[in-house]
């Protein structure tokens, strides 16, 4: 028991400091590359900030575990949501001012899209490629279309001004990210078999928590610095990434249907996440810490009935 706890932790950390190196590697590259600070934003940040649940999801995947691959997804955009946006508001109240609601509208026509696929019991690599070109096309319709309040750009705060530094913390956190995703599907796995409990429920709550821990602690620093404004851009994006890169990449090489045990409650409650999000986006001015303990004990409430 100790060894698979040490090979979680170990995970957890390998993804959270890998992330991280990861995510400026990143920056640096494409900003030493002429790349503008919005194609820095969506494609760079966006992608990099979702390899550890990549990583987990594709790993798991790989060794025939598609339930703890599409738990992570789901469970990971239920942490973004309620968690990261709960725990931020209750440091500074999260000003919206419309920043996000395309983003948010997107997210939740994926979520229908994913829905609908997982009802119908469809699973093929064709579906998975779709989901890709899908995010491909979200993409390109996102840099051509750039919104006025722009989230991501506190981003670059902290990339290495220098190309070669740049490439090795790029390079050094792939392979944390490969090593950390690998010891915590695989302790996770193990602990499942040990106490009996569904890879599904696994997934949505171990891995998806942890590999969720880098946006966490990147938004409650945005808040801290008075910017937590920045986390609704990291949200919205994030969990649209998580839906069309992280289900497709999983689709492609588990060609399975999404587990029809995600559907009884936790893909509803995705739902009203994704509907809540669009709907504050849209009329509210600001999520303040009422709100955040709400959404706090919505996330409490959701992972206590998984286990019950």
Same mark, same amino acid.
């Given at each position: 028991?100790?060894?698979?706890?040490?090979?979680?932790?170990?995970?957890?950390?390998?993804?959270?400091?890998?992330?991280?190196?990861?995510?400026?590697?990143?920056?640096?590259?494409?900003?030493?590359?002429?790349?503008?600070?919005?194609?820095?934003?969506?494609?760079?940040?966006?992608?990099?900030?979702?390899?550890?649940?990549?990583?987990?999801?594709?790993?798991?995947?790989?060794? *025939?575990? /598609?339930?703890?691959?599409?738990?992570? #997804? $789901?469970?990971?955009?239920?942490?973004?949501? !309620? &968690? =990261? %946006? +709960?725990?931020?508001?209750?440091?500074?109240?999260?000003?919206?001012?419309?920043?996000?609601?395309?983003?948010?509208?997107?997210?939740?026509?994926?979520?229908?899209?994913?829905?609908?696929?997982?009802?119908?019991?469809?699973?093929?690599?064709?579906?998975?490629?779709?989901?890709?070109?899908?995010?491909?096309?979200?993409?390109?319709?996102?840099?051509?279309?750039?919104?006025?309040?722009?989230?991501?750009?506190?981003?670059?705060? *902290?990339? /290495?001004?220098?190309?070669?530094?740049? #490439? $090795?913390?790029?390079?050094?956190?792939?392979? !944390? &990210? =490969? %090593? +950390?995703?690998?010891?915590?599907?695989?302790?996770?796995?193990?602990?499942?078999?040990?106490?009996?409990?569904?890879?599904?429920?696994?997934?949505?709550?171990?891995?998806?928590?942890?590999?969720?821990?880098?946006?966490?602690?990147?938004?409650?620093?945005?808040?801290?610095?008075?910017?937590?404004?920045?986390?609704?851009?990291?949200?919205?994006?994030?969990?649209?990434?998580?839906?069309?890169?992280?289900?497709?990449?999983?689709?492609?090489?588990?060609?399975?249907?999404?587990?029809?045990?995600?559907?009884?409650?936790?893909?509803?409650? !995705?739902?009203?996440?994704?509907?809540?999000?669009?709907?504050?986006?849209?009329?509210?001015?600001?999520?303040?810490?009422?709100?955040?303990?709400?959404?706090?004990?919505?996330?409490?409430?959701?992972?206590?009935?998984?286990?019950?």
């Amino acid at each position: 028991m100790l060894i698979i706890t040490l090979s979680i932790i170990g995970g957890l950390i390998g993804l959270a400091v890998g992330g991280e190196l990861l995510v400026r590697g990143a920056v640096g590259i494409s900003l030493k590359a002429g790349l503008s600070t919005l194609v820095t934003g969506v494609v760079i940040v966006g992608a990099a900030t979702s390899m550890p649940e990549m990583v987990a999801s594709v790993q798991a995947a790989m060794i *025939g575990s /598609p339930e703890i691959a599409w738990g992570n #997804i $789901v469970g990971s955009n239920l942490a973004n949501t !309620l &968690l =990261i %946006l +709960g725990a931020t508001a209750l440091i500074a109240p999260i000003i919206l001012s419309g920043a996000g609601k395309r983003d948010a509208v997107s997210g939740l026509v994926a979520v229908i899209l994913l829905w609908g696929l997982g009802l119908s019991g469809m699973g093929a690599v064709w579906i998975g490629i779709a989901l890709l070109v899908i995010l491909a096309a979200y993409i390109y319709w996102r840099v051509k279309h750039p919104s006025k309040a722009h989230d991501y750009e506190e981003e670059e705060e *902290g990339a /290495p001004d220098n190309i070669a530094l740049a #490439i $090795v913390l790029f390079v050094a956190g792939v392979a !944390l &990210l =490969i %090593l +950390g995703g690998k010891y915590l599907v695989d302790g996770s796995i193990q602990l499942a078999r040990i106490f009996e409990i569904p890879e599904t429920v696994i997934g949505l709550t171990i891995v998806a928590i942890g590999t969720s821990l880098p946006e966490l602690a990147a938004s409650v620093a945005a808040a801290l610095k008075g910017k937590s404004g920045l986390a609704i851009g990291n949200v919205v994006g994030s969990n649209v990434f998580n839906l069309l890169l992280i289900g497709g990449a999983t689709m492609s090489i588990t060609p399975k249907a999404i587990p029809y045990e995600l559907f009884d409650l936790e893909w509803p409650v !995705l739902a009203a996440s994704a509907v809540m999000l669009v709907l504050l986006c849209q009329f509210a001015h600001k999520i303040g810490r009422a709100l955040g303990v709400l959404l706090l004990v919505a996330f409490a409430a959701n992972t206590a009935l998984l286990f019950a």
